[in-house]
């Protein structure tokens, strides 16, 4: 194909074509810092790539450390994937040894997948410097190591560590190692930007001139880093010159800069250039399955992320709002909702009356005319006292449904009170006591009191142990509800401890994410607004909660 073509045609005079997904996250975005996943993690972020409906997961590399070999085992009886295939990673063999008495190659046939990706070296200046051997042994350890793999019944994929920089030096090497891998039975050629340095321009005629060389003797496959901030654009110009499979990782986890990222390659490939990628609906998962393991891997989503962020369709307040409504498509790239993401108004004390309106039309709430002034005059107040409702949807739509004369009845707090003490060694203990009321429940009418206390690492973290295990008794949901970020702003500096304190409480469910705020000259009370309004909107939003409990 021709790198001038954007991409084929979904008109019906061609067929569409297809562009593999390959899945790296377990193991090249697990290489991140600062990311520990337990085996456990590994499973469930597997589970929910087979949910996206990648082509391929790579689960990391079998035999180079215990986590990796425990998940290959339990995968092999735990994980039941529907639409992904599970491939081991690995290397060629060692330079002067043979294939059958090679530690890593035994692994990867016992890893038990019926896909294998190995690495091995194309940049000749690596064969003579790092293996210090020759450029023939290192085409022979290719050759020999894809020989015995495909021998063995497993499909293998040959990542050809460093190409690009490889080629730019010495193409007839590069190509050289190349053919050894397509000669001796691999089915993909993957060309690995390892260090990330390459500029689209560059990889798009490496890879036009690796296509024109292989033709269909395998998929070329493409492998990226973000290193210049070009990894999706290195994948997308690769697919226009030929490449037919992208590898990369949920949320563009990775080592450095991290690797190409899916969540927006595949949209990129899916939506602009009209590739099959995804299986038919499974496009609109995007968006659960990205914040589902920015979860798993304890990593917020960037809100601004491209498709997938919670930014990414946020209209601000403004003139232009009631235009957006009539027609969303003149103000957005693409329908959000084919992504699993949604349109956003985001509402500040600059909002008018139609913006309060859609916000209500967002959340389900009918609001009469009353109401929404009633929420312009409480914006306009509150901001001034220091909140910040943009960034605080969960308290924003509590604000909205008091205006309209709804109360949250859940729970009723008597009291609350926290005590930190020094302890003689120079630590420092926490703990907090709530006393609330909770319904008891269509049985039982009348609020029952509960009086819990616990312990801390700190104020907020015993407060909301002990909020949580007081109304917890009534609400086993809650169980699912946890904080995942606790921000503090000092907004008045020049009080210094006089200051105003604004909170944000970021939780999940770990369906989705919702933000509070709470402000307040006392931080302790500042983080119980905002603890509570975030329990509470769990509470609102727990499965079936809120059509019984919302009111407009
Ligand atoms: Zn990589």
């Not at 590994?42 to 998940?71: C, M, S, T």
């Not at 899916?270 to 891997?297: D, F, Q, W």
């Not at 957005?332 to 039309?361: W, Y």
């Amino acid at each position: 194909m021709s790198p001038d073509v954007a991409g084929p045609h979904r008109d019906g005079e061609r067929a569409v074509e297809e562009v593999e997904i390959f899945d790296t996250t377990l193991r090249d975005g697990c290489q991140l810092e600062g990311i520990s996943v337990t085996v456990e993690d590994k499973l469930r972020i597997a589970e929910q790539l087979d949910v996206l409906g990648v082509h391929y997961i790579e689960g990391g590399w079998p035999g180079a450390n215990p986590k990796d070999e425990e998940f290959f085992r339990r995968a092999a009886s735990e994980l039941r994937l529907n639409t992904s295939t599970l491939v081991a990673f690995g290397s060629t063999r060692r330079a002067k040894g043979r294939v059958d008495e090679d530690l890593t190659l035994r692994n990867l046939v016992e890893a038990g997948t019926s896909a294998v990706c190995i690495v091995g070296k194309s940049w000749d200046y690596h064969v003579t410097e790092a293996l210090g051997t020759t450029l023939e042994e290192g085409e022979a350890m290719v050759g020999d190591s894809v020989a015995f793999l495909a021998g063995h019944g497993l499909r293998v994929l040959f990542d050809a560590e460093h190409f690009f920089d490889g080629y730019k030096r010495n193409p007839e090497f590069s190509l050289r190692v190349l053919e050894a891998a397509v000669e001796q039975g691999a089915s993909h050629l993957v060309l690995c930007d390892t260090n990330g340095g390459s500029l689209p321009f560059e990889v798009e005629a490496i890879v036009s001139a690796v296509k024109a060389h292989f033709r269909d003797d395998a998929v070329v496959a493409i492998h990226t880093h973000d290193d210049t901030g070009c990894a999706v654009a290195n994948a997308v110009v690769a697919v226009r010159a030929g490449a037919r499979q992208v590898q990369g990782t949920m949320n563009g986890l990775g080592e450095r800069t991290g690797n190409c990222n899916l969540t927006t390659v595949i949209p990129n490939l899916t939506l602009k250039m009209g590739y099959a990628t995804l299986p038919e609906g499974r496009l609109e998962r995007l968006t659960p399955v990205s914040h589902h393991i920015a979860e798993l891997v304890n990593r917020p989503l960037n809100p601004q992320a491209p498709y997938v962020g919670s930014s990414a369709f946020a209209h601000k307040a403004g003139l232009h709002v009631s235009a957006i409504v009539k027609r969303k498509d003149a103000y957005e790239h693409v329908d959000p909702e084919q992504i699993g993401n949604g349109t956003r108004f985001v509402v500040s004390e600059m909002a008018g009356r139609a913006t309060i309106k859609l916000k209500a039309e967002e959340i389900g709430l009918d609001m009469d005319g009353a109401a929404v002034n009633q929420v312009i005059d409480d914006l306009k107040r509150l901001e001034h006292e220091g909140y910040h409702f943009e960034a605080a949807d969960a308290s924003l739509e509590l604000l909205m449904r008091r205006a309209g004369g709804w109360e949250q009845d859940f729970f009723r707090v008597e009291s609350m009170r926290v005590i930190t003490d020094e302890l003689p060694n120079g630590g420092f203990t926490t703990e907090a006591t709530v006393k609330v009321w909770v319904p008891g429940g269509d049985a039982n009418p009348e609020a029952e009191r509960y009086v819990r206390t616990a312990e801390g690492n700190g104020p907020v973290n015993a407060i909301d142990q002990a909020l949580r295990a007081a109304v917890g008794v009534r609400y086993p949901e809650l169980g699912r509800v946890h904080l995942t970020d606790y921000k503090v702003r000092i907004l008045d500096g020049a009080t210094a401890t006089g200051a105003i304190t604004r909170v944000l409480i970021d939780a999940t469910d770990g369906q989705r994410s919702w933000t509070s705020i709470g402000v307040s000259s006392n931080i302790i009370e500042a983080s119980w607004q905002a603890l509570s309004d975030s329990i509470v909107y769990g509470l609102l939003h727990a499965d079936g909660a809120t059509s019984e409990r919302a009111t407009g």
